[in-house]
């Protein structure tokens, strides 16, 4: 059987590194079949009642980005703390639309996305995580990072602290 990862690619605490990191992730770990374009472009629905809307301001709070209740669309809509994250949704989001129109090859959008984004930034890129700390919101890859360093470890059943963590590589 054939995994297809799908991601959340736009949320309000990716950053601008964060997003071109994941294509080197993706192709890194050669997952580019694997994934379908338009993942690539996937933004964050933020429904009525959810947790997200409730979060603790230590954990990023994201309630100063979010809009009023979208009744019609079931969501509230969102605005990226760095704008240009919602300008590059909206550039990739129309890219992905174009290619599946024409029937590129995904390997060809994948590269394609990656290439194109990559130079139009280079010469804005921040300093990583600037945005962020003044948004006061936690690294989309921070999260990712400490989820893949969990799975390498177990934790016994009984253990009421970190002391009896074990590898289990």
């Not at 374009?37 to 933020?46: D, E, G, N, T």
């Not at 309630?63 to 704008?83: A, C, N, S």
């Amino acid at each position: 059987m054939t995994l297809r990862p799908s991601l959340v690619a736009f949320t309000p605490w990716t950053m601008l590194d964060d997003y071109l990191t994941m294509f080197d992730i993706v192709e890194t770990n050669d997952l580019i079949d694997a994934i379908d374009p338009v993942q690539y472009a996937i933004r964050l629905l933020i429904p009525p009642g959810s947790a997200l809307l409730n979060q603790p301001a230590q954990y990023g709070s994201i309630e100063k980005f979010v809009g009023p209740l979208d009744q019609g669309g079931f969501q509230y809509p969102w605005t990226h703390p760095d704008p240009r994250m919602d300008e590059l949704h909206q550039d990739i989001s129309s890219a992905v639309e174009d290619a599946a129109k024409a029937e590129e090859d995904p390997i060809e959008t994948f590269y394609r996305l990656r290439d194109w984004k990559r130079k139009a930034f280079a010469s804005s890129r921040r300093r990583r995580g600037s945005k962020r700390a003044e948004a006061g919101l936690l690294s989309a890859m921070e999260g990712w990072l400490i989820v893949a360093s969990a799975a390498k470890f177990r934790i016994s059943p009984d253990s009421e602290s970190l002391s009896s963590v074990e590898s289990i590589e």
